[in-house]
């Protein structure tokens, strides 16, 4: 005689990949913002020109975002294969943001991105697992 209650319904799972997706997603969006307005927060010097400013720094925004660009159409279609590499690549900008803690002036900053490369590290992860198991009837 097994125990049918130690093991949790199809729909547990669904819902803790649906939950781990949204968070994901919430921490994704969360970095590149952290990302867009550290950028805007540290004007060059040399520009006055409100224009000039605006496009150098989307201009850096995006050199500092495309490596996360590329998991967008993974994202989209909720691929779990594209969330594991994610999380490889969110390493790298947690390695950047610990740097950033321990820079003068840019600790607030550094903070923010380890709390969000960090929530999409582990969410990331969870929803792999879990979706995973979804996928496997399980």
């Given amino acids: 005689m097994t125990d049918e209650s130690a093991v949790p319904a199809p729909s547990a799972f669904a819902n ?16 590149m913002l952290v990302l867009l307005l550290q950028t ?3 004007k060059p010097d040399g520009l006055d020109d409100l224009v000039m400013i605006l496009l150098a720094g989307l201009g850096m925004w995006l050199f500092k975002v495309l490596p996360l ?3 967008i159409p993974g ?7 594209a969330a594991s590499w994610l999380a490889y690549v969110i390493m790298l900008y947690f390695v950047l943001s610990v ?5 003068p002036g840019s600790s607030v900053w550094g903070w923010l991105m380890v709390l969000t490369s960090l ?18 009837g399980l």
Wanted: glycine residues 2%; without cysteine; charged residues 20%.
């Fill in 16 to 31: 803790k990949a649906k939950k781990a997706w949204q968070a994901l997603v919430a921490s994704y969006l969360g970095l």
């Fill in 40 to 42: 805007f927060s540290n």
């Fill in 69 to 71: 660009l590329l998991f």
């Fill in 75 to 81: 994202l989209i279609k909720r691929s779990h294969k």
């Fill in 99 to 103: 740097l950033l803690v321990f820079s």
């Fill in 119 to 136: 929530s999409i590290f582990l969410s990331s992860l969870l929803y792999t697992r879990w979706q995973k198991r979804v996928e496997a």
